[in-house]
């Protein structure tokens, strides 16, 4: 059985990697092992990629995530699927059409980077204020020049992000948009549940039988 290829995604600080932790425990519970990931990977590619946006710039940049997104398919996302297993990623391609594009480079040249990616069951992309998004981003600390700014550059990216969300849906990517308003991490995973049992419970989905469900985490 292959399993299931989730991601969330959406501006810095919005929330994003709670939630993935959070909806990672109620898809357990809900008897399905999952792989819990995210980008940039924790592999030399991803760490170079995550900590090098002061170094690297515009297509060497673009080029590197790029890099970093295919190893991460090939040595841990595939062979999670192809096991049956939910995976569940933080960060993938719309962060690449936000970013980069950010930075100077061209959408055409984005999709052609990315033209051999996996593409998802589902993609989840969060919206939420962009002051309080952009408070959180600086509290747990930049390691990144995209979350640089103050409120304004945190429009600037949710904007985007809208305006990506609806490109990937016109590629004919499944897209889930969710307004977090005033709800707690733990709300916005409830609320995503639905929709990712939906998903699961396709024909062809049905949790694994005779084995313990688990949270695998990279």
């Known amino acids: 059985m292959s399993g299931r290829f989730i991601v969330v995604d959406g501006p810095s600080g919005v929330g994003k990697t709670t939630t993935v932790a959070l909806l990672a425990n109620l898809v357990t519970a809900d008897g399905w092992e999952v792989h819990r990931t995210k980008e940039p990977s924790h592999t030399t590619l991803g760490e170079t990629a995550r900590h090098g946006t002061d170094e690297y710039r515009g297509l060497t940049l673009a080029c590197l995530v790029a ?4 190893h991460h398919l090939e040595t841990e996302i595939r062979p999670a699927l ?3 297993k939910v995976v569940i990623c ?5 962060t690449s059409l936000v970013l980069q594009r950010l ?16 593409r998802p069951h589902l993609t989840v992309i969060l919206s939420g204020d962009p002051v309080r998004s952009r408070a959180r981003a600086a509290a747990r600390g930049i390691h990144s020049r995209f979350h640089r ?11 985007r992000y809208e305006q990506v969300a609806g490109e990937l849906a016109g ?9 977090i308003g005033e709800q707690t991490p733990g709300e916005v995973a409830a609320a995503l ?7 699961l419970t396709m024909p062809g989905t049905q949790p694994p039988t005779g084995t313990a469900a688990r949270i695998s985490e990279s």
Not at 67 to 70: E, I, L, M, S
Not at 149 to 159: C, I, N, S, V
């Open 193 to 199: 549940l639905p929709r990712v049992r939906s998903l």
């Open 149 to 159: 700014g103050g409120p304004e550059a945190g429009r600037q990216e949710r904007e």
């Open 103 to 118: 930075d100077g480079v061209d959408g055409a040249f984005i999709w052609a980077l990315n033209q051999h990616i996996d």
């Open 67 to 70: 890099a970093d997104r295919y």
């Open 90 to 94: 933080d960060r993938y391609l719309a």
């Open 82 to 84: 192809a096991a049956g």
């Open 171 to 179: 590629a004919g990517f499944p897209v889930h948009r969710h307004e």
